[in-house]
């Protein structure tokens, strides 16, 4: 299913806005602080029911008390999207939901600007991608993060309250399962990748350089006992401490370039390669289920034989990119300009 047309009202920068999209590739350009990415926004709150932006409170436009999104498929279904008074609504097939039903959220490869710090930024950044990359094809992943946030918050009131060993127990038997569960799907999806990223970087560089990912972790054949015995012993540092100090909330991902740190070694140029092949394989974990390509303004970082190679990769599927001017040669290609 593509999308066939949009239309934003008091979003961010837009009073009434609409876009009507190609199969294929829509280019939407015009200068900086437009509503280039609110367009990109919208979609992607109306398919996810989030934002990776920001809350629903801060889109709406100067001085309005509401918004709304309104997306038209290409089988002309419609899906619509309001907030008002901080209320939410999802209005699918003449249907109303405060949140977006699991069933009706929509696969999307998103590439935006801040992917490009992703290995400069804090190890939680990392987590999250893979979090993100897990629960894209494992809907039960989120589901356990979840449990496993509320659970650790549990905790850690817990031990700032001077619990005892046999009060955290019932709450660490819980912990350990989710964590166990939560790193075991972490381990294997960055092994899956670390088998790929070296073949899609070289596809886009057309260099060798030699690219890995690695959990920080160690998974054993008995974790989950693992982490238990780590918080028995962990009880004295972490009730003088107030908080956990172990768990998949603590761990990062590693990346190397040349079978060396890659933030350190790598150049920006490389960095950005390296993004790029993670999001081409992110694409190929979710080709069955056709994802939207949205990329923002990201084009301007590639020269014309990157961004030819980029593009290249997602052809059977609808792409939507915002930049500053449209990429180079590119053939069947819709181009709205926003002044």
């Not at 008091?10 to 829509?26: L, S």
């Amino acid at each position: 299913m593509t999308i066939k047309s949009i239309r934003v009202q008091n979003f961010r920068k837009h009073r009434d806005f609409r876009v009507e999209f190609k199969k294929n590739i829509t280019i939407i350009t015009g200068e900086n602080g437009i509503g280039k990415t609110s367009l990109i926004e919208a979609i992607y709150i109306a398919l996810t029911g989030k934002s990776w932006r920001s809350n629903f409170c801060e889109i709406t436009k100067n001085n309005k008390e509401w918004w709304r999104v309104d997306i038209v498929f290409d089988d002309n279904k419609k899906r619509t999207v309001k907030f008002q008074s901080n209320q939410k609504e999802f209005e699918i097939d003449g249907k109303k939901f405060s949140l977006l039903p699991q069933k009706n959220k929509m696969p999307i490869i998103l590439f935006e600007p801040n992917d490009l710090n992703l290995l400069y930024n804090s190890p939680s950044r990392r987590r999250d991608y893979i979090d993100k990359f897990i629960a894209g094809i494992d809907i039960k992943h989120q589901k356990n993060i979840n449990k496993y946030e509320r659970i650790l918050k549990q905790r850690n009131n817990l031990l700032k309250e001077g619990a005892t060993r046999d009060e955290l127990f019932v709450w660490d038997i819980q912990f350990a399962d989710l964590a166990s569960e939560i790193i075991t799907k972490r381990a294997e999806i960055i092994n899956e990748i670390n088998k790929l990223i070296t073949r899609e970087y070289q596809k886009i560089a057309g260099k060798k350089d030699k690219i890995t990912i690695k959990y920080s972790y160690s998974t054993t054949p008995s974790l989950r006992q693992s982490i238990l015995n780590d918080l028995h012993k962990s009880y004295q540092k972490e009730l003088i401490l107030g908080h956990t100090t172990l768990g998949p909330h603590q761990h990062d991902v590693l990346f190397g370039f040349n079978n060396k740190p890659a933030p350190q070694t790598a150049s920006r140029g490389e960095i950005r390669t390296i993004i790029w092949a993670l999001k081409n394989i992110e694409y190929q974990f979710n080709i069955d289920s056709s994802p939207l390509i949205l990329l923002d303004d990201i084009l301007s970082e590639f020269d014309e034989n990157h961004q030819n190679n980029l593009i290249k990769n997602f052809s059977d599927q609808q792409i939507i990119i915002t930049g500053v001017k449209q990429p180079h040669r590119q053939k069947h290609l819709l181009e709205v300009k926003l002044s």
